[in-house]
């Protein structure tokens, strides 16, 4: 029987990057997906509510509006609650699919356990790690938006980093930069084609709601002279939206596991780690 398992420690090239990535995939979303649900599944619910629920404030039903609901303030709290639940359930996801690769690639099966445990002793170097990079793009956005475009890319590496060579969140951003010197257009290029594959799957899953809002706007309008925002986003809208940002949501993972080929794809070219394994493996077998 061939081999099917996929080799995670060599170089690849952006074409290479892309189709292991979905090979990956469709080998382990079994596994991995049960990995997601016994770690990230609360904060995945947690994070849904709180959009459905920052959805219908930002819609002002007029329905639902009792005791100020709809007020500045409760737009703020919804707001809030979906910037909190979101760095809550990336570190989560983060977390749970970089080391159900570390498992993939060090074991001879997938060790559910092991997982749950580097999650839960990860969580908090992943948050703060998290919310270090986000500051730092920020801020490098509102310098003069390129030196943002530029921190992006070696800050989409720093969770593979932090997780795959067990460094602290500090080591982890300096060892990106390292890693990037070089190749920061062809590591540039890789993310753009994954975030625009990416955007475009979850688009076609938010035509239901688009589709939905222009109808029935269209029928208010044949009833109506006028048609107020509150009478077009009702429940109904609010559960396709909800269920179109689950969607993308999961699908966010793609990039994650992208970004592991990424950098173990320039960890190779400048270190040759997968290529000194092989070495050591020949040599132990003699």
Known sequence: ?????????????????????????????????KALLRNAGIPFLLLLAVSGY?????????????????????????LSAVGIMTVIYYGFMFSTVLNYIKSYITDASIDQEYISRKVKTDFVGIIGLSILTALMLVIGFMLCFFPGVYLSVPLALVFAIYIFQNLSVS???????????????SSFFTFIVIYVIVYLISMVFQIPALVYMLIKSFTQSQEVSSVSPD??????????????SAVSYL???????ASAFVYFNLNEKKNQTGTLEKIDAIGGDR
């Open 1 to 33: 029987m061939i081999n099917s398992k996929i080799q995670f420690k060599r170089q690849r090239e952006i074409g290479e990057i892309l189709s292991d990535t979905f090979k990956f995939i469709r080998l382990e979303y079994k596994g991995l997906f």
């Open 54 to 78: 920052s959805t219908a404030t930002t819609a002002d039903l007029s329905f639902l509006s009792n005791g100020g609901l709809f007020s500045a303030g409760g737009i703020l709290l919804s």
């Open 171 to 185: 080591d982890s951003i300096t060892e990106s930069f390292s890693l990037i010197k070089n190749e920061w257009w």
């Open 231 to 244: 009478q077009l986003f009702d429940w109904v809208y609010i559960t396709l939206n909800v269920l179109a």
């Open 251 to 257: 699908f966010y993972t793609i990039i994650v596991i």
